[in-house]
């Protein structure tokens, strides 16, 4: 019999109950026993719905509050030292490694946070050093089994694995130089026999234990270490099954597939080529094989008989009992449920599957190969094959206009008129900023009464007459607050946006939205992504209205802010019947067209947002190239229409930009921003090693976190900037937008940070 698996589901709630509940208890209006049964029902809902779905391998022990692998360290005991002998409770001091805290006598920053392999969810960085000693303090995959268990539902547990959280982690400040926390496997094995060991005799038949490190170029270092790992923990372990997703296995699968475990999960979702090549090397073994035929990381609905084709083919190499039909990766990057959804149109909904109804695509794909009888299976996968083919019929329309413009793309488009040497003293005269100008990444805090104002209007209790007057009312506040403490290069907020890729996306054609659709970026941050369906284009400006309003309100010079065209895409989830090329390309056009509009409003100087740019860079090194070679020059395409005059920014955050940043040099932004502060300011390094000929404003203070910097942090960080950047291309900005903090903590942060730069300007005149 072919089984049913899901690798992992989200842990949000349907109705996003565990941010609610986190959120409470924060501001102290839940209790930490309110927290864990908030916990404990989402966890009941979603094993029971996978139960009801058919799934016979159902998680357990992926769920978290803030992030998986930030639990694994509090379980493991991979906590700084910064964060103990505060007094705080051990819930306490797992959010503070995350978030930071600043409160009751305790000040420490948040840990360094980074991108989950290429997707948009952020994980908090493991530190290790010689110091660092493991321990089980306590059992989370343990204790979720039982907890299933007692509730009638037998689960496999999730755990990660030992190599991929050594590899992923850093060397903590205090280790010594060179230390690399793989050294460590030694002494973590032990600790990862105790869990599993627990596990078995508690009853769990097998654990899948995540070992996404094995897609990436790195993992050729560690075979030693795999080998000593799985050799040591497979005979007390339940039977082990090592998850990869999110890439292919490559020369790696030379070892992987002769690890003494149960089982290997493979993803045929982002890689389907490796099938032959991994079913080659596995049928000599004993090895189970579970294919992620059912995407965890995109929302279409999957095409039964392309998966039933890959399926049947390992059915018939290596048998029934050797294939498991599983999601690509754990669905913790999908929607919740379909059903919730009330505004897609019938047609609409036929296109899409969320986290429960692939869970359900799954079950009878499995069934389907199983041979099964049951009419339910056969009507599924005949219903299937119908909607498939209309989805297809829509498919094939697309815009004339659009794909002309697309097909009529020049070098010259791609290029500002003169060097950046010349713009920029053109610039500086228009703008008249000082030495080391003050700015921030755009957005401010979004308020309840913002939030309220928005829901009002999409129930018509408020008229779009009086919501553009609300919006006029909050800018105009924002403007005079930037003004009141000294900024000089000013934005106006961002209060009529819902999210920086959603907003623009509702403004395009060729995107559908939904009500509930929302995903874990990270913490308690969730976002909805829009959905591209068709060809992209822009009817009418988007921007526009709201920058002029607030250039109006002052004579200081206002940035206009839009999301760059990668960003967009790869926050989207985009269109599986064409290119991401073709799809950005078409965004780049419609965000031209956007930063000309507002250079002809007056407006003079224009962030183009990409964040998203390393996220969206291949795992494997050879295929970099192919990528870079259309998502470069489509920022390039969207910023290069304008005069020299205009001075361009970009915002990068949260991922390792030491490999591309020659690529981010070639964007030819005038300036640029960047993450600095929350990943210990390492990033200098990098500017030392490629040098920087365009203005840049490495983030002076972590945004993510509550937690205000003092006047003294950021004097200290600027001068560790100035001792390698020269003075006279630096900006001083926060790390991120301002939308998720509250107002008292952002003015005291940018009042600390208009103080430093005036130090910085008298003290490096």
């Keep these: 019999m072919v089984l049913s698996s899901v690798l992992g589901f989200p842990r949000i709630g349907a109705n996003r109950e565990v941010k609610k509940a986190v959120e409470a208890y924060w501001a102290g209006k839940l209790s930490a026993d309110e927290l864990t049964k908030a916990a404990a029902d989402v966890k009941k809902a979603s094993w029971t719905s996978l139960k009801e779905r058919g799934v016979n391998l159902i998680p357990s022990g992926d769920f978290t509050l803030y992030d998986h692998v930030l639990d694994h360290s509090a379980a493991f005991n991979v906590i700084p030292k910064r964060y103990l002998g505060k007094g705080l409770s051990p819930l306490d001091v797992y959010f503070a490694m995350g978030r930071g805290r600043q409160a009751d006598g305790v000040d420490v920053p948040a840990s360094e946070m980074k991108k989950w392999f290429d997707s948009n969810y952020h994980f908090v960085v493991p530190e290790f050093s010689e110091e660092t000693e493991f321990k089980l303090n306590f059992n989370k995959a343990l204790e979720e089994y039982r907890e299933a268990k007692d509730l009638g539902i037998e689960t496999r547990p999730v755990v990660l694995g030992p190599v991929t959280f050594l590899a992923l982690g850093k060397a903590a400040k205090d280790a010594r130089a060179g230390f690399q926390p793989i050294s460590l496997l030694p002494q973590l094995i032990p600790i990862y026999k105790q869990l599993l060991a627990a596990l078995k005799e508690a009853g769990a038949e097998s654990v899948q234990i995540d070992e996404p490190i094995l897609v990436l170029d790195s993992a050729s270092l560690y075979e030693k270490q795999f080998i000593q790992a799985y050799t040591e923990l497979a005979p007390v372990s339940p039977k082990l099954v090592v998850a990869t997703y999110y890439g292919r296995l490559d020369s790696n699968l030379s070892y992987a597939a002769k690890l003494p475990v149960a089982g290997l999960h493979i993803d045929l979702?982002?890689?389907?080529?490796?099938?032959?090549?991994?079913?080659?090397?596995?049928?000599?073994?004993?090895?189970?094989?579970?294919?992620?035929?059912?995407?965890?990381?995109?929302i279409w609905k999957t095409d039964f008989q392309a998966a039933l084709k890959l399926g049947q083919k390992a059915v018939e190499t290596l048998g029934k009992d050797r294939v498991i039909i599983a999601s690509s990766s754990s669905l913790l990057h999908t929607p919740v449920s379909l059903a919730a959804e009330k505004k897609l149109t019938a047609e609409q909904k036929d296109w899409f599957a969320f986290a429960l109804e692939k869970a359900s695509e799954i079950s009878v794909i499995a069934a389907a190969l199983s041979g099964s009888q049951d009419p339910k299976v056969a009507e599924a996968v005949e219903a299937n094959r119908t909607s498939i083919a209309k989805r297809r019929e829509f498919e094939r329309n697309s815009d004339a206009t659009v794909r002309n413009r697309v097909a009529a793309i020049t070098p010259d488009m791609l290029e500002r008129k003169n060097p950046f040497s010349v713009r920029k003293e053109i610039q500086q005269k228009q703008l008249n900023l000082p030495k080391f100008p003050t700015t921030t990444i755009g957005s401010f805090p979004q308020t309840k009464e913002i939030r309220q104002a928005r829901a009002k209007l999409n129930k018509g209790e408020l008229s779009p007459a009086e919501y553009e007057k609300f919006i006029e009312r909050e800018i105009e506040s924002v403007v005079r607050f930037q003004e009141r403490i000294g900024l000089d290069l000013l934005v106006h907020g961002e209060p009529e946006r819902n999210d920086m890729v959603q907003y623009f996306g509702e403004q395009l054609e060729g995107f559908v939205f939904t009500q509930n659709g929302w995903v874990q970026s990270y913490g308690s941050r969730y976002v909805r992504p829009p959905i591209i369906v068709s060809d992209v284009s822009r009817p009418k400006p988007i921007s526009v209205r709201w920058s002029s309003y607030a250039q109006s309100l002052t004579s200081k010079p206002m940035k206009g802010m839009l999301t760059g065209p990668v960003t967009i895409l790869n926050w989207s989830f985009p269109r599986a019947d064409v290119s991401r090329e073709l799809q950005c390309k078409q965004l780049a056009l419609a965000l031209r067209d956007e930063v000309v509009d507002l250079e002809k409003a007056g407006i003079k100087a224009v962030q183009v947002d990409e964040p998203a740019l390393r996220e969206g860079l291949p795992l494997r090194k050879a295929d970099w190239d192919a990528y870079l070679s259309w998502a470069l020059p489509s920022?390039?395409?969207?910023?290069?229409?304008?005069?020299?005059?205009?001075?361009?920014?970009?915002?990068?955050?949260?991922?390792?930009?030491?490999?591309?940043?020659?690529?981010?040099?070639?964007?030819d932004a005038d300036v640029i921003s960047i993450e600095a502060s929350k990943s210990d300011m390492k990033l200098l390094n990098t500017f030392k090693h490629y040098g920087y000929s365009n203005e840049i404003g490495p983030g002076v203070y972590d945004i993510h976190s509550p937690r205000v910097p003092s006047e003294e942090e950021i004097k200290e960080r600027l001068a560790s900037m100035l001792a390698i950047l020269p003075g006279e291309l630096l900006f001083v900005n926060p790390d991120c937008g301002l939308k998720t903090r509250g107002w008292s903590e952002t003015e005291s942060s940018l009042v600390n940070l208009v103080n430093a730069a005036r130090w910085a300007r008298q003290t490096y005149a």
């Design 635 to 667: 920022f390039k395409l969207a910023t290069a229409g304008v005069t020299d005059a205009l001075q361009t920014h970009s915002h990068f955050c949260y991922s390792d930009f030491d490999d591309i940043f020659p690529s981010i040099q070639a964007l």
């Design 269 to 298: 979702d982002r890689a389907p080529s490796q099938l032959d090549e991994v079913l080659a090397a596995v049928k000599p073994t004993n090895l189970i094989l579970s294919l992620g035929v059912v995407s965890g990381r995109n």
